[in-house]
């Protein structure tokens, strides 16, 4: 199976700020990876896929870069509603879909 | 609108079954996959299996084999997910997520959430 590990597993930011999340891939993914945001007690949302389209309705201050083992999220400057946790996920070799253990983004 | 509803929070003993339904609408039932994945208290997402709506077919993860079981009924565009033996560990939020086939798979719409705790 592969493994993806993000990093980092928190962070404290302020309103504004740009913030910067990595995911690592066990093996090359192509650019097979979704990024996902949960805020406390909600279904995760699907933000980005694959690697760094847009899904329909998300904010352009969200981007996703990267291919084959190395992929980052950016938020560009950090909005009171971002304050949540951040999943990665690949679906280059499933059986299974796995998932990075998730970042939380927390206000200074 | 896409939607998928799913059934209300379960307390089961250790040995018990549960089974969570997922009714899907909005879209073409027997078009596009689902999937269950789970959540432990405090954790990160768990991928547990998909189903085929269209023929039934399914896929569990290799964790899971042997207690669990996904079914769907096309009448009523509605999936279900049972797993049985449960143990303590098994408490969770058990989400379903709709899956577009399109590139990269990826889970585009997903359930409210149905927590199932298992305690004796």
């Known amino acids: 199976d592969i493994q993806m590990t993000q990093s980092p597993s928190s962070l404290s930011a302020s309103v504004g700020d740009r913030v910067t999340i990595t995911c690592r891939a066990s093996q090359s993914i192509s650019n097979y990876l979704n990024w996902y945001q949960q805020k406390p007690g909600k279904a995760p949302k699907l933000l980005i896929y694959?690697?760094?389209s847009l899904q329909s309705g998300v904010p352009s201050r969200f981007s996703g870069s990267g291919s084959g083992t190395d992929f980052t999220l950016t938020i560009s400057s950090l909005q009171p509603e971002d304050f949540a946790t951040y999943y990665c996920?690949?679906?280059?070799?499933?059986?299974?879909?796995?998932f990075g253990q998730g970042t939380k983004v927390e206000i200074k | 609108q896409v939607q998928l509803v799913q059934s209300g929070a379960e307390v089961k003993k250790p040995g018990a079954s549960v089974k969570v339904s997922c009714k899907a609408s909005?879209?073409?039932?027997?078009?596009?996959?689902l999937h269950w994945v789970r959540q432990a208290p405090g954790q990160g997402l768990d991928w547990m299996g998909m189903?085929?709506?269209?023929?039934?077919?399914?896929t569990y993860a290799q964790n899971f084999q042997g207690r669990l079981t996904m079914t769907r009924d096309t009448s009523t565009s509605t999936v279900y997910m049972e797993l049985s033996s449960l143990r303590s560990d098994d408490t969770a939020v058990y989400y379903c997520a709709r899956d577009p086939r399109t590139i990269a798979a990826p889970f585009d719409y997903w359930g409210q959430g149905t927590l199932v705790t298992v305690s004796s």
């Open positions: 909005g879209y073409t039932f027997t078009n596009l996959y």
């Open positions: 996920q690949q679906s280059y070799s499933t059986p299974p879909w796995t």
């Open positions: 189903i085929n709506p269209s023929g039934g077919s399914t």
């Open positions: 694959p690697a760094s």
